[in-house]
C-alpha cells in the first residue's frame, strides 16, 4: 500500500463535492483521496490528479474521469489551461512526503536505512541531498537547517557537516546520521527527523511550491469553490493558515488606498481539523496531519 489516507471524510466533506463539478488532486500519490472524490462525482464529473512522483504511476484508477498529470503541482494553472480548464470547483493539497516515499529505502527520504542520500520526489531532479551537503557553505546549511528543520544547534551541525566533508564526501544517509547524532540531545529520533525534513524541503523546494501552487489555487477556484489543505509542520501550517485568511503569507492582510480589506475566502475551519485518538492509533501519520479548508468569495 502505498500509504493510508490521512483525515478522508474530513477533507471529502471539506470538498463539498458537486456530482457534476471539476476537482484536482495536486498531491495524488497512493490515490486514496481521490479515489473517494471519483465515489463522490457523478458521470459529468472530473478529476486532475498532480504528482512528480513516478511511482504514483501504478496507482492510476481505470476511470474515464481521471486525468494523471505527471509534474510538480507548481504547474497546477498551466497544465490545467493546457487541457482546457480555466476553473475548477475544487483544490485538495495532502502535503509532505508519503509512507511510501519513507519506506523505500533507496529514496534517501528516512534515517532509518542505509541509502544513497537522494531525497528527490521527482527522480528527474537534479539535486540531491548529497549535492547540498557536498556543496553549500556552512552559513547556508546552517540556514537550511534553522528555517526548515527548526534544529536548534543548527549552527553546530552546520560546521560539523563541512568538517565531516573535508574527508571525504557525503554519499548515504548513514554518512549523515553519523554526524548529526553525535550532536543529538534528547529525543535522537526527533532530532534526526528534523535534520532530514530540512535538507528534503530543500531539495524539492517545498515551501516555494506550496507558495505557487496556493496562489494559482485562488485564480483557478470558482467563487465559492474549495481549497483543501492539510500539513504536517508548522512551517507548511503557517502559510496555508495565513494564506486562507488573508490571501497572502503574511499575518496581517492587504489593505487599499483607503483602508479597507478584502478577504479573498471564508473559512470553513476556524481552527485546524485534527484526526482523533483512533485515526492517530490506527495511522501513526495522522499525528501530526493539520487540515484547514477554505472557500472562494462569491462577491
Known amino acids: 500500500m502505498y500509504h493510508k489516507p490521512v483525515l478522508l471524510q474530513p477533507c471529502i466533506d471539506g470538498l463539498n463535492i458537486r456530482k457534476d463539478g471539476i476537482y484536482v488532486d495536486v498531491t495524488f500519490g497512493g490515490g486514496g483521496h481521490s ?8 458521470e459529468t464529473g472530473k478529476l486532475y490528479g498532480f504528482d512528480q512522483d513516478e511511482d504514483a504511476e501504478q496507482n492510476i484508477p481505470d476511470d474515464g474521469r481521471f486525468t494523471l498529470i505527471r509534474h510538480n503541482f507548481r504547474h497546477l494553472k498551466r497544465f490545467l489551461k493546457l487541457d482546457g480548464i480555466k476553473q475548477v470547483d475544487g483544490v485538495l493539497a495532502d502535503l509532505g512526503v508519503s509512507s511510501h ?3 523505500v529505502p533507496e529514496r534517501g527520504f528516512s534515517y532509518r536505512f542505509s541509502a544513497e542520500l537522494d531525497m528527490r520526489m521527482n527522480q528527474q531532479g537534479n539535486q540531491t541531498a548529497a549535492d547540498i551537503l557536498n556543496t553549500y ?7 537550511v537547517l534553522g528555517q526548515y ?14 568538517r565531516f566533508r573535508g574527508g571525504r564526501k557525503f554519499q548515504t544517509t548513514s554518512d549523515l546520521v553519523s554526524v548529526a547524532e553525535s550532536l543529538s540531545r534528547g529525543n535522537r529520533a526527533k532530532y534526526l527527523a528534523q535534520v532530514f525534513q530540512a535538507l528534503r524541503i530543500e531539495v524539492n523546494e517545498e515551501m ?3 507558495k505557487e501552487m496556493l496562489e494559482q489555487s485562488l485564480e483557478i477556484l470558482k467563487p465559492g469553490g474549495r481549497l483543501v489543505v492539510m500539513s504536517y509542520h508548522s512551517l507548511e501550517d503557517r502559510l496555508v493558515k495565513n494564506f486562507m485568511r488573508n490571501g497572502n503569507f503574511d499575518k496581517e492582510p492587504v489593505k487599499d488606498f483607503y483602508g479597507n480589506i478584502h478577504r479573498p475566502f471564508k473559512l470553513i475551519t476556524r481552527k485546524a481539523v485534527v484526526a482523533n485518538e483512533e485515526e492517530v492509533k490506527e495511522n501513526n501519520r495522522a499525528r501530526s496531519a493539520k487540515l484547514r479548508i477554505a472557500e472562494k468569495d462569491v462577491s
Do not use: F, P, S
Not at 35 to 42: D, N, S, V
Not at 149 to 162: F, I, K, P, S
Open 137 to 143: 557553505t556552512a552559513g547556508e546549511l546552517q540556514q
Open 149 to 162: 528543520g527548526e534544529v536548534r544547534n543548527a549552527r553546530t551541525l552546520a560546521q560539523a557537516l563541512v
Open 35 to 42: 479515489k473517494r472524490i471519483l465515489e463522490e462525482l457523478g
Open 208 to 210: 516555494q511550491t506550496l
Open 101 to 103: 516515499q519513507l519506506d
